[in-house]
């Protein structure tokens, strides 16, 4: 396998982080443990899009963003065959927060959450998985 070299660049902070994580585990330089992370990443990419998994996605939106209820309720039509349920709360006058359970193979949660939280208006958005 041919060896590339690029540049990095990145906030001090996470070199920091970076050179502690290879101090911890004895990587005998930063090369060394990117590789590491990087490898272990994809595979764990990998493994996951196969897996049966159960996770929840939470949403905060304003509702009267136009058009964001309407979009929102059409994509989970789109997906209903993986939607267990959806807790809908009312934060205060203008904010909802939504929970929205869902099961199936994890590369498919990853797709709807991903058009969920990239629908125009949704401020914060999480996708959390469970083996
Ligand atoms: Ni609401």
Known sequence: ????????????????????YALKNSF?????????LISENTVQEKWDQNQEVAGAITIVYDHHKRNILHTLNHIQHDYHSIILSNLHFHIDHHNCMEIIAVKGR????????????????IEHGKLTMTH
């Open 1 to 20: 396998m041919s060896i590339v070299r690029f540049g990095v660049s990145l906030e001090k902070e996470l070199l920091e982080a970076l050179d502690h």
């Open 28 to 36: 005998p330089n930063r090369s060394q443990a990117i590789r590491h």
């Open 106 to 121: 994890a590369g498919v949660l990853r797709e709807l959450a991903e058009k969920i939280i990239s629908t125009k208006g």
